[in-house]
Structure formats: structure tokens, C-alpha cells
């Protein structure tokens, strides 16, 4: 198998997104007094993270077809001068 793993999140990237959803959550309730905006941001960000995970599976996808292809070209060629 190949050695491909997915990145991971830094902890500080973590604590950062945390802090955001904090603030977000505090404007909405005591300046805009609207709840209903957290969701609406928290559902906003977790389809752009669905989308970019797609996409790096896809990339991921995409590079094991081509190292197949690959390995199948040498494996052919090796046959052709036999």
C-alpha cells in the first residue's frame, strides 16, 4: 500500500476555529439576537470542509490510477523485450 495519509488539523488551528464559533456565538446572541446565524455559519464551514476532503480524496484517487498505470507500462514493456 502506499504511504499516503490525510493531513490532520494542527492544535492550534483547532483552538483558533473554537474561538471563532465562541465569538460567532456571543455576537449572535447578544448583538444580533439571532441563533439561528451560528447554524447557519457552522453549516457554511463544515460544507467547505466536506468539499475540501472531497477534494483530496479525489487528488488521492487520481495519483494511485496513475501509479498503476504506471507500474502496468513498465510490466508491459518488460514483456516486449523478452
Do not use: C, F, S
Amino acid at each position: 500500500m502506499a504511504e499516503w495519509t490525510p493531513p490532520t488539523m494542527q492544535p492550534t488551528t483547532k483552538i483558533g476555529i473554537g474561538a471563532l464559533v465562541l465569538l460567532l456565538t456571543a455576537y449572535a446572541i447578544l448583538i444580533a439576537g439571532q441563533l439561528l446565524l451560528v447554524v447557519q455559519v457552522i453549516a457554511m464551514g463544515a460544507t467547505v470542509y466536506v468539499a475540501w476532503r472531497a477534494l483530496l480524496a479525489v487528488e488521492a484517487i487520481a495519483e494511485a490510477q496513475q501509479r498503476i498505470a504506471a507500474a502496468e507500462e513498465r510490466n508491459e514493456e518488460g514483456h516486449l523485450t523478452d
